[in-house]
C-alpha cells in the first residue's frame, strides 16, 4: 500500500500504471492478473475472474497429466511398489500442505516471511494443490483481494483521520486564541 502519490506504480484505481499522477492518499496494491479493478470491480473484472478459474483449473489438469507420464515412467523403470507409493504420497501430501498455505495466504500476511521461505520447495513440489485453491478462490473473489481490500480500507481509514485533523490554518489558529488584538 502505498501512501506516496509521487511513488511510481501509483496511478489510477483502473489498473493503469500512470507515473506522476497526483491521486492523493493510498492507492491499492494490484493483484496478480487483476491489477487494481478489484477495488471497484471495474474493467472486466468479471471476465478476469472467470479466466483465472478456467486458467488455474486447466492449469492444474495438464500438471496431473504431467504427473501422470512421471508415474508411468517410473512403472517402466520396474522400482518397486514401494517407490510407487511414496511418490504419489509425497505429492499428495505437499500438495494439501501447498493448498492449505495457498488458501491461508489468501486472507493473511505470513507471520514469519522466513519459515514461508523454507516452505517455498515443498509449495513448489504441491503446485497443483496451489493451482486448485486459487481456482476455488475465484469463485469467491479475487484471490488476494480480501487482503488487500482490508489493508487498503484501513489506510484509507487512517489517511482520512490524519487528513481531519489537519483542516484549517493553523497559524490563524494561534493569533486568535494566543494573542489580544493590538490597541490604536
Known amino acids: 500500500m502505498s501512501e506516496n502519490s509521487e511513488a511510481p ?27 487494481t479493478t478489484w477495488v471497484d470491480h471495474d474493467g472486466g473484472y468479471g471476465l478476469r475472474r472467470a479466466g483465472a478459474a478456467v486458467g488455474s483449473l486447466a492449469a492444474a489438469a495438464a500438471a496431473c497429466f504431467v504427473l501422470r507420464f512421471a508415474f508411468q515412467g517410473l512403472e517402466i523403470a520396474d522400482v518397486g511398489n514401494l517407490v510407487g ?31 514461508e521461505a523454507s516452505l517455498r520447495g515443498l509449495k513448489t513440489i504441491g503446485f497443483v494443490g496451489s493451482l486448485l485453491a486459487y481456482f476455488l478462490r475465484t469463485f469467491k473473489e479475487a484471490p488476494g483481494e480480501q487482503l488487500r481490500r482490508t489493508e487498503y480500507e484501513a489506510a484509507l481509514a487512517r489517511y482520512t483521520k490524519r487528513r481531519s485533523a489537519r483542516t484549517g490554518n493553523p497559524a490563524a489558529r494561534k493569533t486568535t486564541k494566543g494573542k489580544r488584538p493590538k490597541r490604536k
Open 85 to 115: 507409493i511414496l511418490v504419489v504420497l509425497m505429492f499428495a501430501i505437499c500438495s494439501a500442505v501447498a493448498f492449505r498455505k495457498t488458501w491461508e495466504g489468501f486472507s493473511r500476511r505470513p507471520a514469519d516471511p522466513a519459515r
Open 9 to 35: 506504480g501509483t496511478g489510477d484505481r483502473s489498473g493503469s500504471d500512470t507515473p506522476g499522477s497526483t491521486t492523493a492518499g493510498p492507492q491499492p496494491e494490484p493483484l496478480l492478473f487483476f491489477g
